[in-house]
Nanobody, 115 residues
Framework: QVQLVESGGGLVQAGGSLRLSCAASGSTSSITIMGWHRQAPGKQREFVARITSGGIKDAANSVKGRFTISRDTAKNTVYLQMNSLKPDDTAVYYC?????????WGQGAQVTVSS
């Protein structure tokens, strides 16, 4: 089992920056992938970025060049640095992790970007 706790959400003006953190606890040594998804009001949850246990990163085209995923292995924490934020980035951001075929989710962090 893995528990995920997000932090760092909030309200920011367009063009601003925020950094989300996701702290993992439990069977963290067995995690193969950690990442972020987001869900805007009235829309489906969508992939944002992920990082594998080997350090390979991937991100959605909509955030490439603006968002960066990173990790601190010693702290079992994954970060999402979000720059040049746009109102369309407004959503609840969810941290997720894979242990084998089991998918875990955090409770979500609200990010609101005002125009």
């Amino acid at each position: 089992q893995v528990q995920l706790v997000e932090s760092g959400g909030g309200l920011v003006q367009a063009g601003g920056s925020l950094r989300l953190s996701c702290a993992a606890s439990g069977s963290t040594s067995s995690i193969t992938i950690m990442g972020w998804h987001r869900q805007a009001p009235g829309k489906q949850r969508e992939f944002v970025a992920r990082i594998t246990s080997g350090g390979i990163k991937d991100a959605a085209n909509s955030v490439k060049g603006r968002f960066t995923i990173s990790r601190d292995t010693a702290k079992n924490t994954v970060y999402l640095q979000m720059n040049s934020l746009k109102p369309d980035d407004t959503a609840v951001y969810y941290c997720d992790a894979w242990l084998g075929s089991t998918h875990f989710w955090g409770q979500g962090a609200q990010v609101t970007v005002s125009s």
